[in-house]
Every structure is written in structure tokens, then in C-alpha cells.
């Protein structure tokens, strides 16, 4: 191997291990409770002996509509905030869903009645950051009755709004489908600095109700740095120094 080749080598090296560093996934933001396994009680009614929800069993708020199967608490899902008819749900006896759930055997539920919709929120400990693109992936899914159901995923800052999505992916009636939901942060955003709140709701307006569900929730950021004009001025400049000084050496 002549230096030139040599030269040439060790600059591709460096430019390569460079934008490896330009573009890079950042570290996943912790969700309390992502896949609604966190549900414990003791009431052998609706939990084993090892305190888990028992099949055909689902917590609600005793403030909304429930059946016998329903166990009644203040708190449906550990970590998130219900609103209307939503809470966690255990469906492996009901022939509802396959698999019954994607991660664990528990999911979260959301009914809708007309405009009435169930949904549930979380604020993280992330807060909204310049530079960065947030990316919500969730399993959801549908009962095979019910047919098509809309669902809406979205992001807060703060009380900003910073994107929303209806039916990101269309549901499979009686299966999960994984649902991807992009947020590039706007630089002059007034929300930057914010908690992070990620909603969760059931979309549709049916006369005679539905239910969506969902498991096994993930939050990332991707960064993307774009080297100024002067940086990239300054790299082709060193670039041709160095051949130009291999060059010169080997004709020495």
C-alpha cells in the first residue's frame, strides 16, 4: 500500500466515524408502566394468588359504566391518568384478540360511545428538547365485532399540543398492529423546555360503542446534526492538504 492509499484510508475512517456522530439514536424515554402489567391486588375475585388481573376481568373507575367482571379502583392503569370509560384489561378467555397481548398478558382499553371517547395520558420526566425527533410506537388493536375503530395518538409539551395523528396504522379487527408516530421538534418552538405528555384515546363515534387496545408503548428521540457551510468548507480543505501531502512524499 502506496501513502496516498494509506492517507486516503485514514481520512475515510475519520469522515465516516464523524457522521456516525451527526446521526444517532438517543436513549429511550422511560415510561412508567409501557406495557400494563403493573395492575396488583388481592381480591381473588379478579387477581390470581400472585396478584395478577385474572382472564376476562378489566378495572375501570366506579364512576363509569361496568359489569361483574369489572374490578372498581381509582387507579385503572398505575402510571397513567383515564379519562371516560378506559382502564387495563386481562381478554385471554374471551376469544377477542390473538395474540391476547404483545407484551405480558394485560392491555390497556379505550371505549367510545358517540363522542364520548376513553383515553389515558402520561407525563414523563423527559422534557421537550431543540434538535431532536420523537418517535411514539405502540401496539394496537381492535375486536374482530367491532370492525374498523378510529384511535388518535398524540404528544404534549406542556399544554401545547406538538402533534397528533389519527390511525397512524389502520387496525386489524382481532389482531395488534404496531402504530409509528414522528414528532420533528420546531426550533422556535414555545414549548421547548416542557414535560413530555404522551395521550392514548379511542377516536370513533359509533352509535352502539367500540373498544381500542393498546400495549407494549415506546418513546425515542433521533438526533440529526447538519454540519455548517464552514465545517464542511474546512473538512475538503484538510482533505486535499493530506493527499496532496501524500502525494509530495511519495514521489520523495
Known sequence: MNRTSFHIRIISSIVGWAFSLMASLGDEITIVNPSFESITGTDLNYFDSAGHLLPNRYTIKPSQPHDATA?????????????G????????????LTPVATDGF?????????????????TLGSTYQPGLTYTLRVDVGGFTQFGQTDYSVSLYAGNTIVGTSLNPVSLIPGTFT????????????????????????????????????????????????????????????????????????NRK
Open 106 to 122: 394485560n392491555v390497556a382499553y379505550a371505549n367510545g360511545y358517540f363522542s364520548q371517547h376513553g383515553s389515558f395520558s402520561q
Open 178 to 249: 404496531t402504530a409509528n408516530f414522528s414528532v420533528a421538534v420546531d426550533q422556535n418552538s414555545s414549548a421547548l423546555g416542557q414535560p413530555i405528555t404522551i395521550v392514548l384515546a379511542n377516536a370513533g363515534t359509533p352509535t352502539s360503542g367500540n373498544e381500542v387496545v393498546f400495549d407494549n408503548v415506546h418513546l425515542t428521540t433521533q438526533t440529526t446534526t447538519v454540519p455548517e457551510p464552514s465545517t464542511w468548507i474546512l473538512t475538503a480543505v484538510g482533505l486535499v492538504g493530506l493527499v496532496t501531502f501524500g502525494r509530495k512524499a
Open 85 to 96: 370509560t378506559a382502564g387495563t384489561a386481562n381478554y385471554a378467555s374471551r376469544g377477542v
Open 71 to 83: 374490578f372498581l379502583t381509582s387507579d385503572p392503569i398505575p402510571g397513567w391518568t383515564t379519562v
